[in-house]
């Protein structure tokens, strides 16, 4: 059983639309951490939190501890945006990841 | 900054062979890993240092060894090369809320 979860695997987007990813975990976590691939494939850490929220540009990441869930949204989606998207948790110096979303955005 | 450094980018290497993947961050960073990436797995943690002299395993650590002499260096030692070991091997560096990533190495075992 993977300890975390994402959805969708592939998501298509016309420029301009606001996206969601979302994470669901099953263990008790130290941070969530959302990552960014691109396709050259060099990664990108995009946010680490434990609660709430934080923001940064038109990238926003939630989560809700209680409910061991987490989104990351982007608004007013561009194609440069197009990425893998991957989530992940750590505790104890432990990380598990995500299998990614694979986000187009298209013109 | 250069942030964290990998090297080599590209390796190629027969079975039975051994190397060290190189990892190397200037940002005085305590915590340090090592992940392999593969098709249809996603990433995985292979070993992980809290600091210079202090390593520990992850989810994927046989047929890997790490050492961590120095804050800066965080090298990876395969043993004994097999096929299965064929991977993007990245390595990272963490410290608070802050995590980078190395341009990751392409390693082929033939």
């Known amino acids: 059983k993977n300890e975390v979860e994402q959805s969708p695997q592939n998501l298509t987007a016309q420029e301009g639309e606001f996206i969601t990813i979302n994470c669901s975990y099953s263990?008790?976590?130290?941070?969530l951490h959302w990552l960014q691939q691109h396709p050259g494939g060099g990664i990108v850490s995009l946010f680490m939190?434990?609660?709430g929220k934080k923001k940064h540009g038109r990238l926003i990441a939630t989560i809700n501890i209680q409910e061991k869930h987490s989104s990351l949204h982007i608004t007013a989606s561009h194609p440069r945006d197009s990425a893998v998207y991957i989530c992940?948790?750590?505790?104890?110096?432990?990380?598990?990841f995500g299998a990614g979303t694979r986000l187009t955005v298209k013109p | 900054n250069a942030g964290v450094t990998q090297t080599p980018k590209f390796q190629v290497l027969k079975t039975g062979q051994s190397m060290t993947l190189q990892c190397a961050q200037d940002?005085?960073?305590?915590?340090m890993s090592w992940y392999r990436q593969d098709p249809g797995m996603g990433l995985r943690l292979i070993h992980y240092?809290?600091?210079?002299?202090?390593?520990d395993q992850g989810e994927v650590p046989n047929g890997y060894n790490v050492s961590r002499s120095t804050t800066e260096d965080f090298p990876l030692r395969l043993l004994s090369a097999a096929p299965s070991q064929t991977s993007v091997y990245f390595c990272?560096?963490?410290?608070?809320?802050?995590?980078?990533f190395g341009p990751g190495t392409r390693l082929t075992v033939t």
């Open positions: 990272a560096s963490r410290q608070v809320d802050e995590q980078y």
């Open positions: 263990v008790g976590i130290s941070a």
């Open positions: 939190l434990s609660s």
């Open positions: 240092s809290v600091g210079a002299g202090i390593t």
């Open positions: 940002m005085n960073h305590e915590y």
């Open positions: 992940a948790v750590s505790w104890n110096n432990d990380m598990r």
